[in-house]
DNA sequence: CTGAATGCAAAGCCTTTGCATACGG
DNA sequence: CCGTATGCAAAGGCTTTGCATTCAG
């Protein structure tokens, strides 16, 4: 693997971020440092560096891919009012998957891609 | 609302399938009846018909969006081999949320959306 | 040195849209 | 009749890719 300036710049720029931008937003991040940088080296290094497992892909279906510096596994919860997106710490502990269910047994599960809505801590509170 | 035959055959053919198509399909599907349809309209369709609520626009983030004439509020499971996309019964039988924990009980749920991948059944016997 | 990574620009894929025409109610 | 829906084709947004050049190891 080989360590270029641009790969590591794009990556210290998504690892800053918290909010899940797409390429655009990182191309812009990383103009600031490496004026001269390509859009075509932006996608080709969040996808290298996604497929070594070191950042994550995500899609939340608005015709354009995030990226998530945080590559530990965590899910979202978007607040209806506030339109707030927040990390799920545990899901397993949220919703635990039944090991023993006969379709589970019946399927290889690799992962989910798991979205709750509803209202925030803050916005239930006032309710 | 104004039903032509486009808007019908679409429907229709949406509602025969279970198998959740990308708007090629559909289009493809449909042709066989109205050879002269254009993909615009079938898009076009899809989008009306989706806003409507008669059926549902599903994304899998995969570049392609998915459509469902199965309108009843229900979770999907992909086979990363195959590609398929198949219904999951009953998702509080196999993933149920733990109501008397702490972080559910600071939020108030509406409700999820919720994609499990891995292999099917038919692609995970011959593993 | 040498192959992998870059910049640039063109092309690809899916989807949307403008416009004149057709057609449902 | 009238206004919405259609067919056609062009354009749009995001992403990928071909190619000559540069650069990290």
């Known amino acids: 693997m080989r360590i270029t300036n641009q790969r590591k710049i794009i990556l210290e720029e998504l690892i800053k971020c918290s909010h899940h931008p797409g ?8 103009r600031k440092s490496i004026p001269r940088i390509s ?7 969040l996808e290298f560096l996604a497929a070594s497992g070191m950042i994550k892909k995500l899609d939340f279906g608005n015709g354009q891919k ?6 530990e596994p965590h899910d979202h919860f978007r607040c209806v009012n506030c339109n707030t997106i927040e990390d ?21 599960i690799y992962g989910m891609r ?11 509170a006032g309710k």
Chains 1, 2 share one sequence.
Do not use: Q
């Open 23 to 30: 390429a655009d937003e990182i191309y812009n991040l990383v």
């Open 39 to 45: 859009l075509g080296t932006v996608y080709r290094n």
């Open 66 to 71: 995030r990226f998530d510096g945080n590559i």
């Open 88 to 108: 799920i710490p545990f899901t397993m502990d949220i919703m635990p998957l039944d090991e023993n269910h006969m379709w589970v047994k019946k399927r290889i």
């Open 114 to 124: 798991l979205e709750i809505y509803g209202l925030c801590a803050a916005c239930s």
